[in-house]
């Protein structure tokens, strides 16, 4: 049976509310046989879903398993353009990889690839990234924004706050940004943003912004060298977080801020990011290629760019560090 005819099914059962579907009537709505719903219910039951079947009344969804793939993504995906191209994986060595693999094949903008487990996840300065297996969000987002190059780096910030305001959509809790790129629960981290640029001098040609989500590891699924600056939404939460949930909330935030961005600039945004911000007007210590500067972070620039006050008085810029808040 067709993807698109296991889509109109799994669509039908939702939208049934609970309610029964009787076979005939599935299959005079989707246009095939009872059989063949029959046969792709059994399917839809060994992927994970429970689903009630009574006689003379029909089939409804009971449970569905909290897989991303492309049908859980969509079903109730509250966008136009982000994430409706889905490419999804089981196991991937990483989701950037391929992101820029497709992107360089013309790949549309708003195209997300999305495993449930990557062998050689990373982060920034080809770090790496554990990525258990159904536990966290391992993406990769394609973008094509009509921008000059020296833009990209405020995509970290709007990524950010896309995931912030989710986090809190779902569960209540408001995390805290660490610049420039790292989302933390009481100073320990739980999602790390790499964003990639690939442009022309005047031109950007396409952006890939990889997410590490840790969403329900508890704490022996992390490796032991992490496990004192590591956390997950689940650890913070005191209980499990749909990933699918989770997932539509933050592509449907990043939808609307970067839509703000492109007709207002970042300046509209730059309020919302520093509300989930706690260095500033705190003692950090900024590790760059060039060396440490060591003063009080005094927020950022219109484009992104942190500034911190050394003890001398004197304004540095920052545009990429490993940022450390002194106690």
Not at 73 to 87: A, K, P
Not at 165 to 193: S, Y
Request: charged residues 25%; hydrophobic residues 40%.
């Amino acid at each position: 049976m067709s993807t698109s005819v296991k889509k109109q099914l799994i669509a039908a059962l939702f939208e049934a509310n609970n309610e029964f579907l009787s076979g005939q009537a599935l299959a005079e709505m989707i246009g095939c046989s009872r059989t063949a719903i029959w046969k792709q219910i059994e399917e839809l039951r060994k992927s994970g879903f429970e689903i009630e079947a009574i006689r003379k009344k029909g089939y409804r969804i009971i449970h569905k398993p909290d897989q991303l793939s492309e049908n859980e993504i969509l079903m109730g995906l509250e966008t136009s353009v982000l994430g409706r191209n889905i490419l999804y994986f089981d196991t991937i060595d990483s989701t950037q990889n391929k992101a820029n693999e497709v992107a360089r094949m013309d790949a549309p903008e708003g195209t997300i690839v999305i495993a449930e487990e990557q062998t050689s996840g990373r982060g920034r300065m080809a770090r790496e990234w554990h990525s258990s297996k159904h536990k966290g969000i391992w993406m990769s987002l394609i973008l094509r924004p009509q921008l000059p190059p020296e833009k990209a780096p405020q995509f970290t910030l709007i990524t950010a706050i896309a995931i912030a305001r989710a986090i809190e959509e779902v569960t209540g809790k408001e995390p805290e940004i660490k610049w420039p790129n790292d989302i933390l629960f009481h100073g320990k981290k739980m999602t790390g943003i790499l964003t990639e640029l690939h442009s022309e001098a005047d031109k950007i040609n396409f952006i890939i912004i990889g997410i590490g989500l840790n969403v329900n590891q508890e704490m022996p699924d992390f490796p032991e060298e992490v496990r004192e600056i590591a956390t997950s939404l689940a650890i913070e939460n005191g209980k499990k977080v749909s990933r699918v949930i989770l997932l539509q909330h933050i592509l449907k935030n990043f939808e609307k801020y970067y839509q703000l961005y492109l007709e207002k600039g970042f300046g509209t945004l730059k309020v919302i990011w520093e509300s989930y911000v706690t260095s500033i007007g705190k003692s950090i210590i900024a590790r760059t290629i060039s060396g440490e500067i060591v003063g009080k972070a005094l927020g950022i620039t219109e484009e992104g760019v942190l500034k911190i006050q050394d003890a001398e008085g004197q304004i540095h810029y920052v545009y990429s560090a490993d940022i450390e808040i002194k106690p």
